[in-house]
């Protein structure tokens, strides 16, 4: 699709202002950068046109942003397991993270899933250090989670910007 040169950096920016608050969000647990990022990547392909290279990178990215979706749930819920936390108080505190982000965005999921593990499992267990231990297990897996995701993010943001310029 043809359009005015200035049509086109505005719509670069704006496509690379979303990237960035998904690259940034990708800090925050229960943040979807990534999918703010796909997001951004097809809006960018609906408003400028998918060209065959536009259409194979956007594939790419799709798979990108699944697997860091999958990877982030898998490391923060092993971690937590890991530390001694019950599959009940993860799926608990998975759904009171995404809750509390709705509700108090972006603080609200930092606050609420680490509470949930460690309020949910002191309940459990009647036992202090097993429940600071699944909250650390959940904090690391969070962390391994975050690396991964940063770099799954990177990534996202290099194929759109080989797009853009290439495609």
Do not use: C, H
């Not at 990534?34 to 097809?42: D, E, I």
């Not at 982030?72 to 108080?89: E, F, P, Q, V, Y």
């Not at 297990?137 to 290099?158: D, N």
Request: glycine share 14%.
């Amino acid at each position: 699709m043809i359009m005015p040169e200035w049509l086109n950096k505005v719509i670069f920016a704006l496509t690379q202002i979303i990237m960035l608050v998904g690259l940034f969000g990708l800090i925050i647990p229960i943040y979807p950068g990534t999918v703010v990022m796909w997001l951004a990547s097809l809006g960018y392909g609906v408003v400028t046109g998918f060209t065959p290279l536009g259409i194979g990178l956007f594939v790419v990215i799709t798979l990108l942003m699944l697997f860091s979706t999958i990877v982030d749930n898998l490391m923060m819920g092993a971690g937590a397991r890991k530390g001694g936390a019950s599959w009940l108080t993860i799926g608990v505190a998975l759904a009171a993270g995404v809750i509390g982000t709705i509700i108090w965005p972006p603080l609200g999921g930092f606050i609420a899933m680490p509470l949930g593990v460690l309020l949910l499992e002191l309940i459990r267990t009647k036992d202090i250090r097993k429940a600071w231990d699944s909250l650390r297990g959940l904090a690391t897996g969070w962390g391994i989670s975050s690396i991964i995701k940063l770099g799954i993010g990177l990534i996202i943001m290099v194929l759109w910007w080989i797009w853009v310029w290439k495609g």
